[in-house]
């Protein structure tokens, strides 16, 4: 009886024991490799080791994994190969557009088994140099996945056109609302309302043969603490609003509605926000001066700035001045005092 145990191993480890004549690694996340005949090319993005028991014996045999070949088509775990350095004629293998789609300006790839989808902004060319000879390798950079998350840079994936069932673009369509993972906030199309959501669902709907992905938000809460039912459409307050901006901001008690409502959901807390921050994006309702919309959602705020320029309240009795400063001397308290952000 054989038994097989496979081990994900750390790169540096796996370098040390193993070495790494066969393949070569650009970086933690991408290994590329060719076969012993130098005609098919493979960018891998981890590493594995499989262990086999055999009675008392044990062998091991290291691979790389998470491969696809220069036709973006993914392979399964590699066990042995050649450095590309070691082949002529290498210097474009890598250079190839048939791991992403790109066309009428959207850049797309998926992961290998088609569970992530990635939108990104520039196809950019590295080039990799070794003893005199140079490998040129295309990558995405500037990402995002169909989450909301940043990536930086993607080496290898999948044309999701080609090689992911029932892909659809609008699983990117997600500028109507903000997301952080672990919140969601929208606007209503006025931009007078304001909803803070705990999950994201998809509906699918079916034409024929054709289906189409489409998002909801949902287990939201309005800022006065109302469960509302799914939401389908609206806006990203900080894009899409005309929402205040200022240097630095200091934020604490961070809440998902501006006051409790009848739901138990409504009026907790959210964020771990507790202090400055810079480059504050906020808004501001009506009947709520204690509180502005952030990304961290309805928040208590400190500023020494006030008045309708920036939407803010004085705190602590203070007065807001003509020029939009909070304070308690005649200078802020007399003439042209902004009675509606401020004691005057």
Request: charged share 20%; aromatic share 14%; with cysteine.
């Given at each position: 009886?054989?038994?097989?145990?496979?081990?994900?191993?750390?790169?540096?480890l796996?370098?040390?024991?193993?070495?790494?004549?066969?393949?070569?690694?650009?970086?933690?996340?991408?290994?590329?490799?060719?076969?012993?005949?130098?005609?098919?090319?493979?960018?891998?993005?981890?590493?594995?080791?499989?262990?086999?028991?055999?009675?008392?014996?044990?062998?091991?045999?290291f691979?790389?994994?998470?491969?696809?070949?220069?036709?973006?088509n993914?392979?399964?775990?590699?066990?042995?190969?050649?450095?590309?350095?070691?082949?002529?004629?290498?210097s474009?293998?890598f250079?190839?557009?048939?791991?992403?789609?790109?066309?009428?300006?959207?850049?797309?790839?998926?992961?290998?088994?088609?569970s992530?989808?990635?939108?990104?902004?520039?196809?950019?060319?590295?080039?990799?140099?070794?003893?005199?000879?140079?490998?040129?390798?295309?990558?995405?950079?500037?990402?995002?996945?169909?989450?909301?998350?940043?990536?930086?840079?993607?080496?290898?994936?999948?044309?999701?056109?080609?090689?992911?069932?029932?892909?659809?673009?609008?699983?990117?369509d997600?500028?109507?609302?903000?997301?952080?993972?672990?919140?969601?906030?929208?606007?209503?199309?006025?931009?007078?309302?304001?909803?803070?959501?705990?999950?994201?669902?998809?509906?699918?709907?079916?034409?024929?043969?054709?289906?189409?992905?489409?998002?909801?938000?949902t287990?939201?809460?309005?800022?006065?603490?109302?469960?509302?039912?799914?939401?389908?459409?609206?806006?990203?307050?900080?894009?899409?609003?005309?929402?205040?901006?200022?240097?630095?901001?200091?934020?604490?008690?961070?809440?998902?509605?501006?006051?409790?409502?009848?739901?138990?959901?409504?009026?907790?807390?959210?964020?771990?926000?507790?202090?400055?921050?810079?480059?504050?994006?906020?808004?501001?309702?009506?009947?709520?001066?204690?509180?502005?919309?952030?990304?961290?959602?309805?928040?208590?705020?400190?500023?020494?700035?006030?008045?309708?320029?920036?939407?803010?309240?004085?705190?602590?009795?203070?007065?807001?001045?003509?020029?939009?400063?909070?304070?308690?001397?005649?200078?802020?308290?007399?003439?042209?005092?902004?009675?509606?952000?401020?004691?005057?």
């Amino acid at each position: 009886m054989k038994l097989y145990l496979i081990v994900l191993l750390n790169i540096t480890l796996i370098n040390n024991v193993f070495g790494s004549n066969w393949y070569y690694s650009v970086d933690d996340d991408i290994h590329i490799v060719a076969n012993s005949k130098c005609n098919k090319f493979y960018r891998c993005n981890d590493f594995g080791l499989e262990a086999i028991v055999d009675h008392k014996k044990s062998t091991t045999k290291f691979f790389l994994s998470g491969c696809i070949d220069e036709n973006g088509n993914a392979v399964s775990n590699i066990y042995s190969g050649k450095n590309p350095f070691d082949c002529k004629n290498v210097s474009n293998a890598f250079d190839n557009d048939n791991w992403y789609y790109s066309k009428n300006n959207k850049i797309m790839t998926a992961n290998s088994n088609c569970s992530r989808y990635y939108k990104c902004n520039e196809v950019g060319l590295m080039e990799i140099v070794e003893n005199k000879k140079s490998i040129a390798m295309n990558f995405l950079y500037e990402c995002t996945d169909n989450n909301g998350n940043y990536v930086n840079y993607i080496h290898s994936g999948k044309n999701p056109y080609k090689m992911c069932k029932n892909f659809s673009s609008s699983i990117f369509d997600k500028d109507w609302y903000y997301s952080d993972n672990d919140k969601y906030i929208v606007a209503n199309s006025n931009c007078n309302k304001f909803y803070t959501c705990e999950e994201l669902g998809i509906q699918v709907s079916v034409n024929g043969k054709k289906s189409v992905e489409s998002y909801f938000l949902t287990d939201c809460i309005d800022e006065n603490g109302n469960v509302v039912s799914n939401i389908y459409s609206g806006k990203n307050p900080f894009k899409s609003c005309n929402y205040h901006t200022l240097s630095s901001l200091n934020l604490y008690d961070c809440r998902n509605s501006y006051k409790s409502g009848k739901s138990k959901n409504s009026y907790k807390i959210i964020s771990k926000q507790n202090g400055k921050i810079k480059d504050a994006k906020y808004l501001t309702s009506s009947g709520t001066s204690g509180r502005i919309l952030t990304k961290y959602g309805w928040c208590k705020y400190d500023s020494d700035r006030c008045g309708k320029d920036f939407g803010l309240h004085c705190h602590s009795n203070y007065c807001c001045s003509k020029y939009g400063y909070c304070g308690n001397t005649s200078n802020h308290c007399g003439k042209n005092c902004q009675s509606n952000f401020g004691k005057c």
